[in-house]
């Protein structure tokens, strides 16, 4: 089960950090996706890590977003600075068996429940 945490709403230009806790799963064995979702949008692909330190970042939020993981903590961080208007959305977290970050959210086991993420201007 994946639990995210973290979204809210914010201004324009301001950071968040996004959490997403596994329970029940041995997160370290699993690369992890986060996706979002506008009103009346396909969810889209935002970021990714796999089992060790390989990131895939959709290009909208390079160089502003930051997934890292704490195997420890079974979480994996979605650091989200410099937030934009467009970055509005659901956010999901997935987490998928196979040691490399995947795009295509039809390639993740798991999916944890949406969180808001909203940018005021």
């Known amino acids: 089960q994946l639990q995210a945490s973290g979204g809210g709403l914010v201004q324009a230009g301001a950071s968040l950090r996004l959490s997403c806790r596994a329970s029940?799963?041995?997160?370290?064995?699993?690369?992890v996706g986060w996706f979002r979702q506008a009103p009346g949008e396909e969810r889209e692909f935002v970021a990714a890590i796999g089992w060790t330190v390989v990131t895939r970042y959709a290009d909208s939020v390079k160089g502003r977003f930051t997934i890292s993981r704490d195997n420890a903590k079974n979480t994996v961080y979605l650091q989200m600075n410099s937030l934009k208007l467009e970055d509005a959305a659901t956010y999901f977290c997935a987490a998928d068996r196979e040691k490399v970050p995947k795009l295509v959210s039809r390639e993740y086991d798991y999916w944890g429940r949406g969180i808001q993420v909203t940018v005021s201007s």
């Open positions: 029940g799963l041995t997160f370290s064995n699993y690369a």
